[in-house]
C-alpha cells in the first residue's frame, strides 16, 4: 500500500509541474485541429489551419503544450525506460479527452516500425493507450494498425519532408478489418507536431472501414 501511495503522490507532483511549467490547453480550442484560442470566438469557429487544410480524422485533442516539462516526460518515457510516467500522462489525456472518449468503440495507438520496437523494446504510444483503457473501460488493441515502412526520424524535417516521409507508412491488416469496421476510433500517439504521422495514420485507418477517427496526444507543439 506504501508503494501505491508513493506512486500517486509522484503523480501529482508530476501533474502540478506541468501545470506549473508548462499548460494544460484548456476550452476555448479549434474545434477540429485543437489548438488554444486567445479568445472565445463563438461556437462552431474553426483555427484558419482547419480552414486551410482539413485533416483526414475528425478531431484532435492534446493534454498539454510541449513545452520544458512534457518535452523532459515524453523523452524519460521513451528513451529512458520510465514506464510509471504513463500512468501520469495517460490521466493527463483522459483529462482532455472526455469529449472524444466517451464516444469511442476502439482506442489504437500510433505503430512503431518492427525495427525500432525491438531497439525500444516498448511503444510508448501503445503504453499510453493501455493506459487510457484501463481508465475508461474502452477497448485498445495495439495490432490494428501496423508502420510497414522504415521512416525517418521527424524530428529536424519541415512539414512538407514530415508528411513525405509517413506517406503510405502504415495500413490496417487485412485479418484486423473487422476490428474497426464502421467504428469509431481513437488514435494515440505521444506528441503532435505537424500532423503529418496522425493524418497518414488516420487514412489507413478509414481506407480500412473505421467509421470516423479522433486523435488524442499527451502533448502538442504550438507556435
Keep these: 500500500m506504501s508503494g501505491l501511495r508513493r506512486s500517486c503522490r509522484r503523480q501529482q507532483r508530476t501533474l502540478r509541474a506541468l501545470l506549473v511549467d508548462d499548460r494544460f490547453i484548456e476550452p476555448p480550442v479549434c474545434p477540429v485541429y485543437g489548438t488554444p484560442f486567445a479568445h472565445?470566438?463563438?461556437?462552431?469557429?474553426?483555427s484558419a489551419a482547419a480552414l486551410a487544410d482539413p485533416p483526414p480524422f475528425r478531431r484532435a485533442r492534446s493534454a498539454s503544450v510541449y513545452g520544458d516539462v512534457a518535452r523532459r516526460l515524453v523523452h524519460q518515457l521513451k528513451y529512458y525506460d520510465r514506464p510509471h510516467l504513463a500512468e501520469v500522462m495517460a490521466t493527463a489525456m483522459h483529462r482532455a479527452g472526455q469529449p472524444l472518449l466517451s464516444e469511442m468503440g476502439l482506442i489504437v495507438p500510433v505503430p512503431l516500425y518492427?525495427?525500432?520496437?525491438?531497439?525500444?523494446?516498448?511503444?510508448?504510444?501503445?503504453?499510453?493507450?493501455?493506459?487510457?483503457?484501463?481508465?475508461?473501460?474502452?477497448?485498445?488493441?495495439?495490432?490494428?494498425?501496423e508502420r510497414v515502412k522504415a521512416t525517418r526520424r521527424q524530428v529536424g524535417l519541415s512539414a512538407a519532408q514530415r508528411a513525405d516521409n509517413v506517406r503510405g507508412a502504415f495500413r490496417v491488416p487485412d485479418a484486423m478489418r473487422a476490428r474497426i469496421a464502421r467504428r469509431d476510433v481513437l488514435l494515440v500517439d505521444d506528441v503532435y507536431?505537424?500532423?503529418?504521422?496522425?493524418?497518414?495514420?488516420?487514412?489507413?485507418?478509414?481506407?480500412?472501414?473505421?467509421?470516423?477517427?479522433?486523435?488524442?496526444?499527451?502533448?502538442?507543439?504550438?507556435?
Design 193 to 223: 507536431t505537424s500532423g503529418a504521422t496522425a493524418k497518414a495514420a488516420a487514412r489507413a485507418l478509414l481506407r480500412a472501414g473505421a467509421a470516423a477517427v479522433d486523435v488524442l496526444t499527451f502533448a502538442r507543439v504550438v507556435p
Design 40 to 46: 472565445d470566438l463563438g461556437e462552431g469557429i474553426v
Design 114 to 145: 518492427r525495427w525500432r520496437l525491438w531497439q525500444r523494446r516498448f511503444n510508448q504510444a501503445a503504453t499510453l493507450a493501455a493506459g487510457l483503457s484501463r481508465l475508461t473501460g474502452v477497448q485498445h488493441d495495439p495490432l490494428v494498425l
